[in-house]
């Protein structure tokens, strides 16, 4: 059994997590980490998890984490992450990285949107963990960039596009989240009477994940491209829909779209091509995006939907272990 460790296990991303890998067969958590304040036994701290494991949350002891663990999942918030990776990476430790610390690749560009970046070395080895894309770059990585949701949801959505340079312009895209997007951390706008029956964009124009989303589709492209990005969050607690809207290089049929995106899907398990738009309950608490390619006009409009805790983190995290050490792809995920 693999042996494996989460860093921040006390968060969201950190207890889909371990719900994850109590079912997976070839992976164990030996071990447990969060803030003092935040430790205790896991079923203590967790109720969910009463009569199904019997962990404890510890602070952090490297000493203790590299006799315990081959892969460390990092779930720690971004620009707090590259102050522990290089230490897990020296220990001859692989690691799977949930914060932006190692998606963006130009360092000047991260900084405008974060802070300043002090591990450039390890960046340069990082490997973008978008499962269905950069499969064959991720096996033998050590160090996985897992992507981020929102860009998760833009780029399965938009990809076949892309790789068959059918689009140009700038993408717009609008997506809606669930409450859970903004972390456990309580804030005003996400009070309950607040959230409760209510809708509003953020980050309006100024969004983080707009240059990832940006450096990915032009990377998959093979050439530049702008993204519009806008999100937008809704008072329900998992998932992200997002809608894609393209200008077509030239005249194409709803039925060569919908052909297009099925062929290169064909493939892929957690991928799902729907012949309706998708329906944010049918992927909640799953590691699947379903996509619904459509014509609009003399647009080309598609709509794609994920939990952005599984499929948009911990999921989308454990199928890049499961690649990265020769698993079932879908091991722990269904």
Avoid: W
Avoid at 259 to 265: A, I, P, V, W
């Amino acid at each position: 059994m693999l042996p494996v460790a989460i860093i921040g296990a006390s968060g969201y991303t950190g207890t889909e997590a371990i719900e994850i890998l109590m079912r997976h067969p070839n992976a164990e958590i030996t071990y447990l980490t969060a803030l003092p304040e935040e430790c205790g036994n896991v079923a203590e701290v967790f109720p969910r998890f009463k009569g199904r494991c019997a962990l404890d949350i510890e602070p952090l002891d490297m000493n203790k984490l590299t006799k315990k663990a081959k892969v460390v999942l990092c779930c720690l918030p971004h620009k707090v992450s590259m102050g522990f990776v290089p230490k897990l990476l020296a220990a001859s430790l692989k690691v799977i990285d949930f914060s932006a610390d190692y998606r963006i690749k130009d360092i000047a560009v991260y900084e405008k949107y974060y802070q300043p970046h002090t591990d450039a070395e390890n960046l340069k080895h990082a490997v973008y963990g978008l499962c269905e894309l950069f499969r064959d770059n991720i096996k033998n990585a050590e160090l996985i960039a897992n992507p981020g949701c929102f860009p998760t949801s833009l780029i399965l959505g938009i990809a076949p596009l892309l790789k068959n340079k059918l689009i140009k312009g700038t993408i717009i895209i609008n997506s809606v989240t669930g409450a859970s997007g903004a972390g456990k951390n309580p804030s005003k706008s996400f009070h309950f009477p607040n959230m409760n029956e209510n809708f509003f964009p953020y980050g309006i124009g100024k969004h983080r994940h707009q240059p990832e989303m940006e450096q990915i589709a032009s990377e998959v492209a093979g050439s530049d491209f702008e993204v519009l990005f806008q999100p937008h969050v809704g008072p329900f607690d998992y998932g992200i829909m997002s809608t894609i809207y393209c200008e077509p290089k030239e005249k194409i049929t709803a039925e060569k779209i919908a052909e297009l995106y099925k062929s290169f899907y064909k493939d892929e398990h957690f991928v799902q091509v729907l012949n309706t738009a998708p329906i944010l309950k049918d992927i909640a608490k799953t590691n699947y995006c379903h996509i619904y390619p459509a014509l609009c006009k003399d647009k080309i409009v598609i709509f794609s939907a994920i939990d952005n805790l599984i499929k948009g983190a911990s999921g989308q995290a454990i199928q890049n272990m499961n690649i990265m050490y020769g698993f079932d792809e879908t091991a722990g995920l269904l």
